[in-house]
C-alpha cells in the first residue's frame, strides 16, 4: 500500500541554521510529491510540489525539496532557519490509480526556531 | 481574490447527535476535498466532489456524506457522531478536475469536539 513516512516528529534548530525535514514515500510508480505548512490554529498551505518535471524544486519563503527516485525521498531543506518557519510541515503524496484528488499525507513534523 | 473559507470555525457536539460543516472554495475552483485532521496526525481524505458529483472517496463510513452546490461550495454533513469523530475538518479546493498532482488550496478548518 501507497504511504509517506516523515522521519522526526520534532526537529529544532537554531535560528540561521540548515532545516533539514525528511520524508520518504513508498509506491510502484512514480508519485507527484507535495510539502505543505501549517501554522496554529491555520489551515495548510503548500510550500512546493513536485510533478514529474525538474527534480529539484524551489517554493516559497526560501524551501526547496529534492525528488530521489533511488531513495523514494523528498526532503525539504532551507539553508537559514528563521524565527518565522517555526511550523508543523506535512509531506503529502498523490498515486496514479488513487482516488481523484486523494492526498496522503504523513504524520508532520513540528520544527522548532531557537533564537 | 477570496480564498477557502470554512464555517463554523469551532464546534461542539455530543455523541449519537449530527453535525454539517460548510466550505466555500477559492473563486474560480469547481473542486472541492475535505479532510480530517486528528490530532497530531496528518490529514485523512474523506471525499472529494467535482461539478456536484462525488468523485472519489476514502476509507469512511457512509455516515460521512457531503454535497457540492451549483456555485461549488460544499457541505460536509457527519451522523451519529461518536467521541474519534472528534477533529479537525479541512476543506480544499482546486480549479478543475481534481487531477492528480493539481494543488488543492486549503480552508482554516472547522474544529469539531464531540462529547
Known amino acids: 500500500a501507497q504511504s509517506v513516512t516523515q522521519l522526526g516528529s520534532h526537529v529544532s534548530v537554531s535560528e540561521g541554521a540548515l532545516v533539514l525535514l525528511r520524508c520518504n514515500y513508498s509506491?510502484?510508480?512514480?508519485?507527484?510529491l507535495f510539502w505543505y505548512v501549517q501554522y496554529p490554529n491555520q489551515g495548510l498551505q503548500l510550500l512546493l510540489k513536485?510533478?514529474?518535471?525538474?527534480?529539484l524544486v524551489k517554493g516559497i519563503n526560501g524551501f526547496e525539496a529534492e525528488f530521489k527516485k533511488s531513495e523514494t525521498s523528498f526532503h525539504l531543506t532551507k539553508p537559514s532557519a528563521h524565527m518565522s518557519d517555526a511550523a508543523e510541515y506535512f509531506c503529502?503524496?498523490?498515486?496514479?490509480?488513487?482516488?481523484?484528488?486523494?492526498?496522503?499525507f504523513g504524520k508532520g513534523t513540528k520544527l522548532s526556531v531557537k533564537p | 481574490e477570496t480564498g477557502v473559507t470554512q464555517s463554523p470555525t469551532h464546534l461542539i457536539k455530543t455523541r449519537g447527535q449530527q453535525v454539517t460543516l460548510r466550505c466555500s472554495s477559492q473563486?474560480?475552483?469547481?473542486?472541492v476535498s475535505w479532510y480530517q485532521q486528528a490530532l497530531g496526525q496528518g490529514p485523512q481524505f474523506i471525499f472529494q466532489?467535482?461539478?456536484?458529483?462525488?468523485?472519489g472517496r476514502g476509507n469512511f463510513p457512509p455516515r460521512f456524506s457531503g454535497l457540492q452546490f451549483p456555485n461549488y461550495s460544499s457541505e460536509l454533513n457527519v451522523n451519529a457522531l461518536e467521541l474519534d469523530d472528534s477533529a479537525l475538518y479541512l476543506c480544499?479546493?482546486?480549479?478543475?478536475?481534481?487531477?492528480?498532482?493539481?494543488?488543492?488550496?486549503f480552508g482554516p478548518g472547522t474544529r469539531l469536539l464531540v462529547l
Open positions: 480544499a479546493s482546486s480549479p478543475r478536475t481534481g487531477a492528480l498532482g493539481e494543488t488543492q488550496y
Open positions: 509506491s510502484s510508480v512514480p508519485p507527484y
Open positions: 513536485y510533478t514529474s518535471a525538474a527534480t
Open positions: 503529502a503524496v498523490s498515486f496514479p490509480g488513487g482516488s481523484q484528488g486523494n492526498l496522503i
Open positions: 473563486s474560480g475552483h469547481n473542486t
Open positions: 466532489y467535482y461539478r456536484e458529483e462525488e468523485n
